[in-house]
């Protein structure tokens, strides 16, 4: 068994999960149908933008319509040793709905811009709460956001 890496304090995880935010370009999406609950897990590109993150799918992907049901998601971004996890409100909106600072930000760090284009629509996610750690040492003090606010 390989020894773990210390565990990092809350205010090192919050740098490391804001660079993640800011450096990755993936995230996994999960949502679920209003009619029967089935869940459904994609992963979409996005953009860190005035704290919230940023994407874009065809409105009519199943992940748009759940998120336009519920209003809400889990997105996972990382890897399993070293995750942030956060529970999101949503807003689905249409594609000439986003400000243009939030188009423009998505369009430079993703090469390519759906603004303007139907049927594409943005997906405006809001963290309620987030989960950082990287080994099961830092699974005590993984909360660093609760009600939308950072804890740290």
């Known amino acids: 068994m390989r020894p773990l890496p210390?565990?990092?304090?809350a205010a090192q995880r919050k740098r490391d999960a804001l660079h993640r935010l800011?450096?990755?370009e993936d995230a996994w999406v999960s949502t679920v149908t209003a009619a029967d609950g089935a869940p459904t897990l994609v992963p979409l590109s996005f953009v860190w933008h005035?704290?919230?993150?940023?994407m874009s799918t065809k409105g009519s992907n199943p992940t748009a319509r759940n998120l336009t049901a519920r209003?809400?998601?889990?997105?996972?971004?990382?890897h399993t040793r070293d995750?942030?996890?956060?529970?999101?409100?949503?807003e689905v909106l249409a594609n000439d709905a986003l400000p243009q600072?939030?188009?423009?930000?998505?369009?430079?760090?993703?090469?390519?811009?759906?603004?303007?284009?139907?049927?594409?629509?943005?997906?405006r996610f809001t963290p309620q709460r987030m989960l950082v750690w990287r080994e099961e040492n830092e699974l005590?003090?993984?909360?660093?956001m609760r009600d939308g606010g950072w804890r740290v």
Do not use: M, Q, Y
Request: with cysteine; proline share 9%; hydrophobic share 45%.
């Open 50 to 54: 005035r704290e919230r993150l940023v």
């Open 22 to 24: 800011e450096a990755d």
């Open 101 to 123: 600072d939030a188009a423009d930000a998505l369009a430079t760090k993703l090469g390519w811009n759906p603004h303007g284009r139907a049927p594409w629509v943005f997906l």
């Open 140 to 144: 005590p003090e993984r909360e660093l």
């Open 6 to 9: 210390p565990p990092r304090d």
């Open 71 to 78: 209003g809400e998601s889990w997105v996972a971004i990382g």
């Open 83 to 90: 995750v942030v996890l956060l529970h999101c409100t949503v």
